[in-house]
């Protein structure tokens, strides 16, 4: 049983920092593939970012290119978003997801097949 929880999330004015935090346990991660995603009232889920346990490759989302940090500890099975220069677009619930069948880093959440409960980010214009 694989579990993540995501922690860190909170309210702060445009042009603020938040690092947000996801405790996985339960399995061992080195080969899989992390994402971040996010939730905003009445849109669909979007991708922020993923993270390759093994390889270290990175992508994000172009509208947190720049702005926004995916990193891991691999010691502690965390993984965490630095996120920078927040701007009130960026306000929704932050989910934290792993992919079990492959390192390959992937956009759509649907490739991602263990979810965190998700934690609230709002940012204040």
């Known amino acids: 049983q694989v579990q993540l929880v995501e922690s860190g999330g909170g309210l702060v004015q445009a042009g603020g920092s938040l690092r947000l935090s996801c405790a996985a346990s339960?399995?061992?991660?080195?080969?899989?593939?992390m994402g971040w995603f996010r939730q905003a009232p009445g849109k669909e889920r979007e991708f922020v970012a993923a993270?390759?346990?093994?390889?270290?490759?990175?992508a994000y989302a172009d509208s947190v290119k720049g702005r926004f940090t995916i990193s891991g500890d691999n010691a502690k099975n965390t993984v965490y978003l630095q996120m920078n220069s927040l701007k009130p677009e960026d306000t929704a619930v932050y989910y934290c997801?792993?992919?079990?069948?492959?390192?390959?880093?992937?956009?759509?959440?649907?490739?991602?097949?263990?979810w965190g409960q998700g934690t609230q980010v709002t940012v204040s214009s």
């Open positions: 993270i390759s346990w093994s390889g270290g490759s990175r």
């Open positions: 997801a792993a992919d079990s069948r492959s390192s390959w880093l992937k956009r759509g959440p649907t490739n991602y097949d263990y």
């Open positions: 339960g399995r061992t991660f080195s080969s899989y593939a």
